[in-house]
């Protein structure tokens, strides 16, 4: 036998080697996604999620995104991983309590497209309609479907967020991509909305409708100064109204005081909802 045949034959039996092992690993992947959704099965009893029609917790799910890009490594690309989970997690959502996702694609469908099929995957129906007022209706008229649309839309008058100020309405529940990086390959920011979670929702950034009669030269500053943020504002009858982001545990009540010490009339505040804070990957 000469040389170059035997490195050859030595190559082939490594590479199967290899194979095998991929093959291993591939069935005990299967195997613990069948023990998973023996898992699931029994979560649902213990939920309920057949009474409430909902089966969103948020906050666990930001959490496990939290742990799995602290915890990657290797020559996989974190968005695969992060793809992944997302799908295995949206899908085992969905099969315990089916909903189907409806998208603004008033700014073109193809980002807001991928960002659904990255986050929700393609066992989960889409559904795009023309505008965030729209995504907002269907949502209330559904049993249990989410809603997608971009945080930083521009309106001059009759914002989005003045139709989540009823109790009852749906309200944002999370923003994604819940890890944050420059790169992202479905990046487009999103707010998520649902009808209300009840003592499902994470309170880590609370989200406030404000409405006031006028604004003064200093009331960015009164906001800023209980650590609130505006995010958008837009023109309502008799005044204006505006999103404002707080931290949960100062809470939308610091909002309503900071607002009446600006002196800019009447004010209204309702809470619109709440997301975990972004995990900003550096
Ligand atoms: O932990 C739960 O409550 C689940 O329903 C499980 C699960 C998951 O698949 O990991 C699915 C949906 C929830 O949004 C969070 C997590």
Same mark, same amino acid.
């Not at 999103?243 to 900071?258: F, P, Y």
């Given at each position: 036998?000469?040389?170059?045949?035997?490195?050859?034959?030595?190559?082939?039996?490594?590479?199967?080697?290899?194979r095998q092992n991929?093959?291993?690993?591939? #069935?005990?992947?299967?195997?613990?996604?069948?023990?998973?959704?023996?898992?699931?099965?029994?979560?649902?009893?213990?939920?309920?999620?057949?009474?409430? +029609?909902? #089966?969103? !917790?948020?906050?666990?799910?930001?959490?496990?995104?939290?742990?799995?890009?602290?915890?990657?490594?290797?020559?996989?690309?974190?968005d695969t991983a992060?793809?992944?989970?997302?799908?295995?997690?949206?899908?085992?959502?969905?099969?315990?309590?089916?909903?189907?996702?409806? #998208?603004?694609?008033?700014?073109?469908?193809?980002?807001?497209?991928?960002?659904?099929?990255?986050?929700?995957?393609?066992?989960?129906?889409?559904?795009?309609?023309?505008?965030?007022?729209?995504?907002?209706?269907?949502?209330?008229?559904?049993q249990g479907d989410? +809603?997608?649309?971009?945080?930083?839309?521009?309106? #001059?008058?009759?914002?989005?967020?003045?139709?989540?100020?009823?109790?009852?309405?749906?309200?944002?529940?999370?923003?994604?991509?819940?890890?944050?990086?420059? /790169?992202?390959?479905? +990046?487009?920011?999103?707010?998520?909305?649902?009808?209300?979670?009840?003592?499902?929702?994470?309170?880590?950034?609370?989200?406030?409708?404000?409405? @006031?009669? !006028?604004?003064?030269? /200093?009331?960015?500053?009164?906001?800023?100064?209980?650590?609130?943020?505006?995010?958008?504002?837009?023109?309502?009858?008799?005044?204006?109204?505006?999103?404002?982001?707080? /931290?949960?545990?100062?809470?939308?009540?610091?909002?309503?005081?900071?607002?009446?010490?600006?002196? @800019?009339? !009447?004010?209204?505040?309702?809470?619109?909802?709440?997301?975990?804070?972004?995990?900003?990957?550096?």
């Amino acid at each position: 036998m000469s040389a170059p045949e035997s490195i050859e034959k030595t190559d082939a039996a490594r590479l199967a080697d290899l194979r095998q092992n991929i093959d291993r690993i591939d #069935a005990e992947m299967h195997g613990l996604l069948i023990e998973r959704s023996e898992i699931v099965n029994a979560l649902i009893a213990v939920k309920g999620t057949r009474s409430s +029609g909902q #089966a969103f !917790r948020p906050g666990r799910e930001a959490d496990m995104m939290r742990r799995l890009a602290a915890r990657h490594r290797g020559i996989l690309p974190l968005d695969t991983a992060e793809n992944i989970w997302r799908i295995i997690i949206s899908t085992f959502t969905y099969v315990q309590a089916p909903f189907s996702v409806h #998208a603004d694609i008033s700014a073109g469908d193809g980002p807001m497209r991928d960002s659904a099929r990255f986050h929700f995957g393609f066992t989960v129906p889409y559904v795009p309609h023309a505008g965030a007022a729209a995504v907002i209706d269907a949502v209330a008229r559904s049993q249990g479907d989410l +809603g997608i649309f971009r945080p930083d839309q521009k309106t #001059a008058v009759n914002p989005w967020w003045e139709a989540l100020r009823n109790p009852d309405a749906p309200k944002i529940i999370a923003r994604l991509p819940f890890i944050e990086r420059p /790169d992202h390959p479905a +990046g487009t920011p999103l707010y998520v909305v649902s009808k209300p979670l009840e003592d499902a929702a994470v309170r880590e950034t609370v989200l406030v409708a404000a409405r @006031v009669e !006028r604004w003064r030269e /200093d009331t960015q500053q009164a906001l800023a100064s209980a650590g609130a943020e505006i995010t958008g504002s837009a023109g309502v009858e008799g005044g204006l109204s505006l999103l404002v982001a707080i /931290d949960g545990a100062t809470g939308s009540e610091a909002v309503r005081e900071a607002l009446e010490h600006a002196r @800019v009339g !009447r004010v209204e505040v309702a809470e619109i909802g709440s997301h975990a804070n972004r995990f900003q990957l550096s």
